[in-house]
Nanobody, 126 residues
Framework: QVQLVETGGGLVQAGGSLRLSCAAS????????MGWFRQAPGKEREFVAA????????YYGDSVKGRFTISRDNVKNTVYLQMNSLSPEDTAAYYC???????????????????WGQGTQVTVSS
């Protein structure tokens, strides 16, 4: 069992930045691939970013490449999502997820993530 808690969401102006944090429980945190997904009202949950267990490999959805950065601190059992150059299109509930995923091409598949946080709302105004 893994518990995930997201923080850092809020209201921000277009062009601004936010940093989301996801704190995980358990000593086995370092063994999980960590991902961020987002979901706007009426839309499917969308892949945003993922990072492997060592932090050496990252992967981003096309819509956020060059603007968002995922990182992790295995000592603190925390994964981060730095979001820059935000636009209203980024408005959504953002969810942290954890799973044991061995292949990079599987990072985008939400069904492979076993644990999910409660979500944190990000709203970007124009």
């Amino acid at each position: 069992q893994v518990q995930l808690v997201e923080t850092g969401g809020g209201l921000v102006q277009a062009g601004g930045s936010l940093r989301l944090s996801c704190a995980a429980s358990g000593r086995t945190f370092s063994g999980y691939t960590m991902g961020w997904f987002r979901q706007a009202p009426g839309k499917e949950r969308e892949f945003v970013a993922a990072i492997n267990w060592s932090g050496g490999s990252t992967y981003y959805g096309d819509s956020v490449k060059g603007r968002f950065t995922i990182s992790r601190d295995n000592v603190k059992n925390t994964v981060y999502l730095q979001m820059n150059s935000l636009s209203p299109e980024d408005t959504a509930a953002y969810y942290c997820a954890a799973g044991v995923i061995y292949s990079a091409y599987n990072y985008v598949q939400k069904r492979l993530y076993n644990y999910w946080g409660q979500g944190t709302q990000v709203t970007v105004s124009s």
